[in-house]
């Protein structure tokens, strides 16, 4: 045991009086020094006498330094320092509860009726000094408005909150909203700030953890500033911040500027007694549980208690337990583990259960069999998996490790070298621990992009090291990754297993939308299943992200509302945070979206649509009888160019509500062996994170044509069409994602791609000659111009050519449209009319025709009779299949 005296750092001035709140109406107490058991009868049977009991709503000090400073006004000085440990109650709560300043009270959070979780693990009691202020009676105060307080509820310090709640409720204030606190007081006169003795003697021992890594002068420092005040230590203390580790024993949290928290076990040995006390002695014992035999609650430890620091402790050690939950069986880990791990993300996804039961199986095997785990993590950036790892290390009791490798040190190989040492070298300080190497493929590059072997090599041995050795305490390291080819076989070869982590299909995001959201009101106009659908493409951390825009578009809506917790999120703060972070990131404006195209921008091709109704919209549109599992996997839309092809696709997506992801065959073909392959799963890859789905394949005779038949070298063409052929085979299984192709030439396409199963719907759009489709296409087209007189457009119709398509009538309108504003545009410069932005241009008959007389349709007739002969053959193709 290394003994520091730290008297001489902490200084050796006399000893301070206890920090005392004064009250009129605190009452005085008088014990006979002598008196051992009654003394300790007042502050031992914590649950034996009941008190008064109370439940209230509470709020969480979020200003605390105003705050407390402005509480502080209330109290003579010494000012008191220990506001972590305090509850701030109102004058009229205190004559309910007969409390007064500096009382004592045991404080419980109340499970909420739809709380599942809490029948698993009960919510910490907590003991907390009470300071009676009415300094927020008046809630129209600007002080109040600034501090966001009022008088109804009971104030809490941060810290209070975070040791009351539960190890899942770790990451944020939304918890409070509708949730109550019990207050039980105690009868006890003594029961009393004021009565609190102090120690006369306290070890420390300093908790390991990967950040607990700095030199002995500053843990000094850090002491030494941290008693500089009489500190209220209270034992039972159930720190719940540190890797979900039930310390059960009274410990410091000191939370240092640059690092990040270092916490400080004490283990008191002997309490001096206070000005009318008996003298007391307690022998403490090191190591956990020993404070169940504790007969104080709480001590004083300051600048005249004699500290010494005492050995390092491993945070599981202490909790006296070799395994961390022994009897939680791997069933029920998955089945009731909501407490903790509902926070996990994609929770439900096959990845995340494999790895929950590999690390539970570990935890379930003797630990000096214990096998190391070594996992690579395929994943997109932002899926969320720092906080899986968070999670599970929450819920297995084990630090987290947390290492960037984009922000280790790559200016020199060797310096890159020394850091991963010396990362691994400290790894076995801080078991059980969770590593996590985010973005590993950077060791595999040097900062110029070319191969580095040698830390590739450093981080091999060091995990070799690492994983050989029997600790006793579990280590499982995790990497990740955005794709498996950016890491070097060398490095893949150092990970027991590789994960491939999916995006979050529409389910998940409805799912991580509701846990983002939490306890904030939804109006009725938000719809999750539609949002769901509207933020395909979007990672873990874009959900996030949203959610919170919303909130704060919410936020400032209800500026004046007091309760801000409580603000209802409205379908409009939704909009204008989906806006506002697709202008944020300009990668979600590449994501599929629901095209703008709706059936009345068809104009004609009314079989066509029957048959999609019939085939896609109906089945999906009543997915209860089971009717979406016939539904086809692909239709094959062709006919010539121009005939609306594209536009069909786009309408379908919108009527049902699809996605839509559009891909020209030849942008997919790729010079470089493998890459046009690797283009296609990428497409398939992305539909699938944005399903539901449509994926429209224009110009699909480019990008699969006849194998065999293509003069290629290599067969790269073929390789292509086999790996189409293998995408929309799995496609079959989905039930979101729809596959869309359009050509002119089906007699080009490879047979294997129009059997059953693949595009086995062929719907031919061709050239509708009638004059009452030409004039519903024309009506389609022009229903946002301005037109002099609608009753022109028939007679315009009259006069075109049959064999006119969708597009030439688009050229023929946009043409009329050019027409008119250049005749607007002479009349402005002969002075006959003046310029108005906001006017719209108004076309006449005189436009069209015009435009129609320079007009020159696309297909010829001959071309048109053998689009005719592609129809018979391939619409008698489909009745056969
Ligand atoms: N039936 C229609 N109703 C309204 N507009 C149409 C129709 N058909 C085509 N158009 C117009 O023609 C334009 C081009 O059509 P689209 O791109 O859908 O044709 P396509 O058959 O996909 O052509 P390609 O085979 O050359 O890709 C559309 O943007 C639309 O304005």
């Given amino acids: 045991m290394a003994e520091l005296n730290l008297m001489s750092l902490l200084g050796l001035s006399g000893a301070r009086d206890f920090p005392t709140l004064t009250s009129a109406s605190q009452s005085t107490s008088t014990i006979n020094p002598g008196d051992k058991t009654k003394q300790a009868r007042h502050f031992t049977t914590i649950n034996d006498v009941l008190g008064i009991s109370c439940t209230v709503s509470f709020s969480v000090v979020k200003n605390v330094e105003k705050f407390f400073s402005v509480v502080c006004e209330s109290f003579?000085?010494?000012?008191?320092?220990?506001?972590?440990?305090?509850?701030?109650?109102?004058?009229?709560?205190?004559?309910?509860?007969?409390?007064?300043?500096?009382?004592?009270?045991?404080?419980?959070?109340?499970?909420?009726?739809?709380?599942?979780?809490?029948?698993?693990?009960?919510?910490?009691?907590?003991?907390?000094?009470?300071?009676?202020?009415?300094?927020?009676?008046?809630?129209?105060?600007?002080?109040?408005?600034?501090?966001?307080?009022?008088?109804?509820?009971?104030?809490?310090?941060?810290?209070?909150?975070?040791?009351?709640?539960?190890?899942?409720?770790?990451?944020?204030?939304?918890?409070?909203?509708?949730?109550?606190?019990?207050?039980?007081?105690?009868?006890?006169?003594?029961?009393?700030?004021?009565?609190?003795?102090?120690?006369?003697?306290?070890?420390?021992?300093?908790?390991?953890?990967?950040?607990?890594?700095?030199?002995?002068?500053?843990?000094?420092?850090?002491?030494?500033?941290?008693?500089?005040?009489?500190?209220?230590?209270?034992?039972?203390?159930y720190w719940q911040g540190f890797r979900r580790e039930f310390l059960h024993s009274n410990a410091v949290l000191i939370i240092d500027n640059y690092t990040s928290i270092i916490i400080f076990i004490i283990n008191v040995f002997q309490i001096r007694p206070g000005p009318d006390l008996a003298g007391f002695e307690i022998q403490k014992p090191a190591g956990a549980g020993a404070g169940a035999d504790f007969s104080y609650h709480f001590t004083y430890v300051r600048k005249n208690t004699h500290i010494y620091v005492d050995r390092r402790l491993n945070p599981a050690t202490k909790s006296g337990r070799g395994r961390i939950r022994p009897d939680l069986k791997k069933s029920r880990i998955l089945a009731g583990a909501g407490a903790e791990l509902r926070c996990i993300p994609n929770f439900k996804s096959l990845t995340v259960e494999l790895l929950v039961i590999i690390i539970s199986d570990m935890h379930e095997r003797d630990i000096q069999q214990h096998i190391p785990s070594?996992?690579?993590?395929?994943?997109?950036?932002?899926?969320?998996?720092?906080?899986?790892?968070?999670?599970?290390?929450?819920?297995?009791?084990?630090?987290?490790?947390?290492?960037?490798?984009?922000?280790?040190?790559?200016?020199?190989?060797?310096?890159?070298?020394?850091?991963?040492?010396?990362?691994?070298?400290?790894?076995?300080?801080?078991?059980?621990?969770?590593?996590?190497?985010?973005?590993?493929?950077?060791?595999?590059?040097?900062?110029?992009?070319?191969?580095?072997?040698?830390?590739?090599?450093?981080?091999?041995?060091?995990?070799?090291?690492?994983?050989?050795?029997?600790?006793?305490?579990?280590?499982?390291?995790?990497?990740?990754?955005?794709?498996?080819?950016?890491?070097?076989?060398?490095?893949?070869?150092?990970?027991?297993?590789?994960?491939?982590?999916?995006?979050?299909?529409?389910?998940?995001?409805?799912?991580?939308?509701?846990?983002?959201?939490?306890?904030?009101?939804?109006?009725?106009?938000?719809?999750?299943?539609?949002?769901?659908?509207?933020?395909?493409?979007?990672?873990?951390?874009?959900?996030?992200?949203?959610?919170?825009?919303?909130?704060?578009?919410?936020?400032?809506?209800?500026?004046?509302?007091?309760?801000?917790?409580?603000?209802?999120l409205l379908q409009v703060d939704v909009e204008r945070a989906l806006n506002q972070l697709k202008k944020l990131n300009v990668n979600f404006i590449d994501a599929p979206k629901i095209p703008n195209v709706t059936w009345a921008d068809v104009g004609g091709l009314d079989d066509v649509k029957r048959d999609v109704i019939d085939t896609i919209q109906l089945p999906l549109n009543h997915t209860d009888n089971n009717a979406n599992k016939t539904t086809?996997?692909?239709?094959?839309?062709?006919?010539?160019?121009?005939?609306?092809?594209?536009?069909?696709?786009?309408?379908?997506?919108?009527?049902?509500?699809?996605?839509?992801?559009?891909?020209?065959?030849?942008?997919?073909?790729?010079?470089?062996?493998?890459?046009?392959?690797?283009?296609?799963?990428?497409?398939?890859?992305?539909?699938?994170?944005?399903?539901?789905?449509?994926?429209?394949?224009?110009?699909?005779?480019?990008?699969?044509?006849?194998?065999?038949?293509?003069?290629?070298?290599?067969?790269?063409?073929?390789?292509?069409?086999?790996?189409?052929?293998?995408?929309?085979?799995?496609?079959?299984?989905?039930?979101?994602?729809?596959?869309?192709?359009?050509?002119?030439?089906?007699?080009?396409?490879?047979?294997a791609l129009l059997r059953p199963g693949r595009f086995d719907k062929m719907l031919y759009l061709g050239v509708d000659s009638s004059r009452e489709t030409q004039l519903k296409i024309i009506n389609a087209l022009t229903n946002k111009f301005q037109i002099e007189d609608r009753g022109c457009l028939q007679r315009i119709v009259d006069k075109c050519p049959r064999q006119m398509t969708g597009a030439d009538f688009y050229a023929l309108c946009s043409d009329a449209l050019i027409s008119a504003t250049r005749r607007i545009i002479s009349k402005i410069e002969a002075g006959q009319a003046t310029l108005d932005v906001h006017a719209d241009v108004v076309v006449t008959e005189d436009d069209f025709n015009e435009a129609l007389h320079q007009f020159k349709p696309s297909l010829s007739l001959k071309e048109l009779i053998r689009y005719e002969e592609l129809k018979e053959q391939f619409c008698s193709f489909n009745k056969a299949s």
């Fill in 632 to 751: 086809p996997t692909g239709i094959l839309l062709f006919g010539p160019p121009g005939t609306g092809k594209t536009l069909m696709a786009k309408a379908i997506a919108n009527e049902c509500s699809l996605n839509f992801l559009s891909v020209k065959g030849p942008e997919l073909l790729n010079m470089y062996v493998g890459q046009s392959e690797e283009n296609i799963r990428e497409v398939f890859r992305k539909a699938r994170q944005s399903s539901p789905c449509v994926i429209f394949f224009d110009e699909l005779d480019s990008l699969a044509p006849n194998r065999g038949r293509t003069a290629d070298s290599g067969g790269v063409m073929d390789r292509v069409v086999s790996q189409l052929l293998a995408e929309l085979d799995g496609t079959t299984k989905s039930t979101d994602l729809f596959v869309i192709g359009a050509t002119n030439r089906p007699d080009l396409i490879d047979p």
């Fill in 374 to 568: 070594s996992f690579l993590l395929v994943s997109p950036a932002g899926s969320g998996v720092p906080q899986l790892c968070t999670a599970l290390a929450s819920h297995y009791n084990m630090h987290l490790y947390n290492v960037n490798c984009d922000m280790l040190d790559n200016q020199s190989p060797s310096a890159l070298e020394l850091k991963l040492k010396h990362i691994f070298h400290s790894i076995p300080k801080c078991l059980p621990c969770l590593v996590l190497f985010e973005n590993v493929d950077t060791l595999t590059n040097d900062k110029d992009g070319n191969e580095d072997r040698r830390s590739a090599s450093t981080f091999s041995e060091c995990m070799h090291e690492l994983m050989s050795k029997p600790y006793g305490w579990p280590v499982v390291v995790m990497a990740t990754t955005p794709s498996i080819q950016s890491v070097s076989l060398l490095l893949q070869k150092c990970f027991m297993k590789i994960f491939t982590f999916d995006p979050p299909s529409q389910t998940q995001r409805r799912n991580f939308l509701k846990l983002f959201i939490g306890d904030t009101l939804l109006s009725e106009d938000v719809d999750l299943k539609t949002l769901s659908m509207q933020t395909g493409g979007f990672t873990f951390d874009a959900l996030c992200i949203l959610v919170n825009l919303a909130k704060e578009q919410a936020f400032y809506r209800n500026k004046k509302m007091v309760e801000k917790a409580n603000c209802a």
């Fill in 76 to 237: 003579s000085k010494p000012s008191f320092e220990d506001w972590p440990s305090c509850v701030i109650i109102n004058g009229k709560l205190s004559s309910q509860l007969r409390v007064h300043n500096g009382d004592l009270v045991q404080m419980q959070l109340e499970p909420r009726e739809h709380d599942h979780s809490s029948s698993i693990i009960d919510f910490p009691n907590h003991f907390a000094v009470v300071a009676v202020s009415d300094q927020f009676a008046y809630e129209t105060s600007s002080l109040a408005e600034e501090l966001e307080l009022d008088s109804k509820h009971v104030h809490i310090h941060p810290l209070l909150w975070f040791n009351l709640k539960k190890p899942c409720h770790y990451n944020n204030h939304s918890c409070v909203a509708n949730t109550k606190m019990k207050i039980v007081t105690r009868p006890s006169q003594h029961f009393q700030l004021k009565n609190v003795p102090y120690a006369s003697k306290a070890a420390i021992s300093l908790v390991l953890s990967p950040h607990n890594n700095l030199s002995n002068d500053k843990y000094d420092y850090l002491l030494k500033q941290y008693f500089s005040t009489p500190r209220l230590i209270l034992f039972y203390f």
